[in-house]
């Protein structure tokens, strides 16, 4: 017991604790405190110091492999009632068009309470159960905009999965929306700021939907609220066109002049952007997130991502809703860029990177604590994989890994915050299989209602 506080000890676990001095540590010892690591070391020291005292809890990890949990820094929670839902007509032809016809079309649809709750809950577990413990997500409901970011924290923090939240303001639905939509993030902001589970950005949706006035009003908001800005940039080749079209640069250079490149902001996507525009990315410290997946299912084309890390901006990596899994989205940003170019030689160096470093920081200044990193005073969130490394497993070769030989099916135990979610396979948060089953009748009645 230190300070009536439970204290939960992890043993026998083969450790990679990721962070500047990464190490491996086998048959390693964890105590966890509250929502914090408070000592890493060898399972005999730290049993030697903790073991025997009151209030301890030893959990035994038989030698499987524990890592950081997965941050995943672009997500939207809201995108899970589209899973098999078919668009009437003839099949999109554009990014623009899949836009209209799915997601807007979407999005004006999610009017209720429950229709938030469900889909941001089904969205919650697949990211636990997928080794995922903190999301960054970008939220859009323009059938309910006021109070949908509390219905979403609420299946945050029912389901044990860390988060921080925003609503994509737009002019495309009308002022009354935008305004509304401004509004929701400023209450939001207000609200949950300092909260250390579930946290707040100020959201926008791409510049192409929003008016030079929207942004500039956004910006004055978000400078009182010391927030920063979450935003898609130049996914389609749309939104150039748009900012051009406006007698700007790019969309890069509006974005600027308007006052949204806050330092710490999260700009998605850059699939087209050019030089110039990165280096004013990585002057501004605004973090790039790539989303490989989205990117090939969307057909809007390969981000520069060598280019920009290369120019010094924080790349991270999210998933855009297409999948859960940071395992998925880290194995296709390995290949994609070598695919892209020809070239072998990129790609290794650049996931490691988006994947440990630039999503470690991201979270870590969002949060103001260390996250994705194994260490005393660091989140207690935590990922134990069924992996045995038949091969060396090095402070290097993690990634190696974690591409060529884990698997989701392999995610055993998923501590957020200090909770243990995920327990031998099974989420222990909620009942899954009654959320499930209720899930399918919200999104039944919510398809019917759209037919
Ligand atoms: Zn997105």
Same mark, same amino acid.
């Given at each position: 017991m230190k300070g009536g506080i439970e204290l939960l000890i992890l043993k026998g676990g083969t450790v990679v604790t990721l962070g500047e001095d990464c190490r491996v540590i086998e048959d390693s010892g964890l105590v966890i405190d509250g929502e914090t690591i408070t000592g890493v070391g060898k399972s005999n020291d730290i049993l030697a110091e903790y073991g025997n005292k009151e209030g301890v809890t030893v959990k035994d990890l038989g030698g499987r492999l524990v890592i950081p949990g997965f941050l995943n820094a672009h997500m939207h929670l809201y995108s899970s009632f589209a899973r098999g839902m078919s668009i009437a007509g003839p099949s999109p032809k554009t990014f623009k068009e899949i836009l209209e016809r799915l997601w807007w079309s979407m999005d004006k649809d999610?009017?209720? =309470?429950? =229709? +938030?709750?469900?889909s941001a809950l089904i969205g919650a577990i697949d990211s636990l159960k997928s080794g995922t413990t903190a999301i960054l997500d970008h939220h859009a409901s323009f059938g309910m905009i006021e109070g949908s970011l509390d219905v979403l924290e609420k299946a945050l923090k029912d389901a044990g999965l860390k988060g921080s939240l925003c609503f994509e303001v737009s002019d495309r639905w009308g002022p009354k929306a935008r305004d509304a939509s401004i509004e929701e993030n400023v209450r939001f902001i207000r609200k949950n700021a300092n909260d250390p589970f579930v946290r707040a950005m100020f959201g926008l949706h791409a510049s192409f939907t929003l008016e030079d006035e929207t942004l500039k009003r956004c910006a004055e908001e978000a400078e009182g609220l010391n927030a920063s800005f $979450?935003? $898609?940039?130049? =996914?389609? +080749? @749309?939104?150039?066109?748009d900012a051009r079209e406006r007698g700007y640069k790019g969309?890069? #250079?509006? +974005?600027?002049? *308007?006052?949204? *490149?806050?330092?710490?902001?999260?700009?998605? $996507?850059?699939? $087209?952007i050019d030089e110039p525009e990165i280096e004013l990315l990585a002057k501004c410290g605004v973090n790039v997130v790539h989303n490989p997946e989205s990117?090939?299912?969307?057909?809007?084309?390969?981000? %520069?991502?060598? /280019? !920009?890390? &290369?120019?010094?901006? %924080?790349? /991270?990596?999210?998933?855009?809703?297409?999948?859960?899994? !940071? *395992?998925?989205? @880290?194995?296709? @940003?390995?290949?994609?860029?070598k695919h892209e170019r020809r070239d072998p030689t990129v790609g290794w160096t650049e996931t490691a990177k988006m994947l440990f470093e630039s999503n470690a920081a991201i979270f870590s200044a969002h949060f103001g604590k260390p996250m994705g990193v194994i260490k005393e005073g660091a989140a207690a969130d935590l990922v134990v994989l069924d992996y045995y490394p038949p091969t060396p497993l090095t402070p290097q070769n993690l990634l190696g890994h974690l591409i060529f030989g884990i698997r989701d099916s392999a995610v055993n135990t998923v501590i957020a915050g200090g909770r243990e979610v995920v327990k031998d396979h099974v989420l222990v948060s909620v #009942?899954?299989?009654?959320?499930?089953?209720? &899930?399918?009748?919200? @999104?039944e009645r919510y398809w019917k209602k759209r037919s």
């Open positions: 999610l009017m209720t =309470e429950e =229709e +938030l709750y469900y $979450h935003f $898609h940039l130049a =996914e389609g +080749l @749309a939104d150039v066109t969309v890069t #250079d509006r +974005l600027y002049e *308007l006052g949204v *490149l806050i330092p710490g902001s999260l700009a998605i $996507h850059g699939v $087209h990117n090939m299912n969307n057909a809007v084309g390969v981000p %520069n991502v060598v /280019g !920009m890390i &290369a120019k010094g901006v %924080n790349v /991270g990596l999210g998933t855009d809703g297409y999948t859960p899994s !940071m *395992l998925e989205s @880290a194995k296709v @940003a390995y290949i994609i860029h #009942d899954e299989e009654s959320v499930m089953a209720e &899930a399918k009748k919200v @999104a």
